[in-house]
């Protein structure tokens, strides 16, 4: 006799969240979905997925139930506001926020959780849209090793099965995931400032980036990110917004942890110019934009 699959809730059906949810469904998972605003609700249920009115009803309805959504107070709000998911949690159920939040909230929530009966792991991801329309997401885990098994399943609808990584305990998935962003920012920051270099002195950057990609600075930055700069096409797969705010969380968590860090804080002032520029809807690798102003280039 076949087990039949869990039914999971999936909260947060954005650029991220839509396609995440998607990979879930076509897994076979038998998935209820709810989301602030009505549009994506209905393209999954037109797909298989059931709608639920309020995070508190997915609960309910969900024995896994993952959160997907922008920032730290939209989690606290979907988890633990009026009609949140722990009004609706039932004992051993697992909470999985794929979100990218403060660690010190993450661990709070997990508590409070365990408190109820549930466990929550905090996975946050790497590999934008991209990653998350094929399934080949990397995912940071913190918090019980035990829940992270049992949610292994649906987090390999979502990410390759070898970048599924247990970090350590409840928090260790986002401090992860803030050092993510940390390598990212100084990345961006160095790739763009090496395109500025080469069209200054002439030299095409694109060959640039065919030379750079057979050795030691090859980076999936340079491959996709390069790319994007030398096209200037700045669509979003990750909105500079969204890395703005992530940064922010890092660089709180640098300074809980007492760790200098002049390379991130450049790399945060570039992203803040594309912020005050009104930029921040943009992809983050325009980035290069700033750099290339600054030195005097057409953006």
């Given at each position: 006799m076949v087990d039949t699959l869990p039914t999971v809730g999936f909260i947060g059906l954005g650029v991220m969240g839509r396609p995440m949810a998607r990979r879930v469904l076509a897994a076979g998972f038998p998935l209820v979905v709810h989301n602030r605003s009505r549009a994506p609700v209905d393209v999954l249920v037109e797909a298989g997925a059931e709608a639920a009115a309020s995070p508190a009803e997915v609960a309910r309805r969900a024995g896994i139930v993952i959160t997907m959504v922008p920032d730290t107070p939209d989690v606290e709000r979907v988890v633990a506001g009026p009609a949140g998911i722990f009004e609706g949690i039932r004992p051993g159920s697992v909470i999985v926020d794929m979100s990218t939040i403060a660690p010190s909230v993450a661990r709070r929530l997990a508590g409070e959780a365990q408190a109820r009966g549930a466990a929550m792991l905090d996975a946050p991801v790497s590999g934008g849209e991209i990653g998350a329309i094929e399934g080949t997401l990397s995912i940071m885990v913190g918090g019980d090793g035990a829940a992270l098994e049992r949610v292994r399943p649906v987090l390999?609808?979502?990410?390759?099965?070898?970048?599924?990584?247990?970090?350590?305990?409840s928090g260790a998935g986002q401090l992860a995931k803030a050092c993510n962003q940390l390598v990212l920012a100084a990345t961006l920051g160095g790739v763009s400032?090496?395109?500025?270099?080469?069209?200054?002195?002439g030299v095409d950057p694109a060959r640039v980036r065919e030379a750079l990609l057979g050795g030691f600075a090859y980076s999936r930055v340079l491959e996709v990110h390069?790319?994007?700069?030398?096209?200037?096409?700045?669509?979003?797969?990750?909105?500079?917004?969204?890395?703005?705010?992530?940064?922010?969380?890092?660089?709180?968590?640098?300074a809980e942890h007492h760790v200098p860090?002049?390379?991130?804080?450049?790399?945060?002032?570039?992203?803040?110019?594309?912020?005050?520029?009104?930029?921040?809807?943009?992809?983050?690798?325009?980035?290069?934009?700033?750099?290339?102003?600054?030195?005097?280039?057409?953006?």
């Open positions: 390999e609808a979502m990410g390759r099965k070898d970048r599924i990584v247990h970090i350590g305990p400032e090496a395109f500025a270099l080469a069209r200054k002195a390069g790319q994007r700069m030398l096209d200037r096409q700045y669509v979003p797969g990750f909105r500079a917004a969204l890395f703005d705010k992530d940064l922010r969380i890092a660089s709180a968590t640098l860090a002049p390379v991130s804080a450049a790399a945060q002032q570039l992203v803040g110019a594309m912020m005050a520029a009104g930029e921040g809807q943009d992809d983050y690798s325009a980035v290069a934009r700033v750099v290339f102003r600054l030195a005097g280039l057409d953006a």
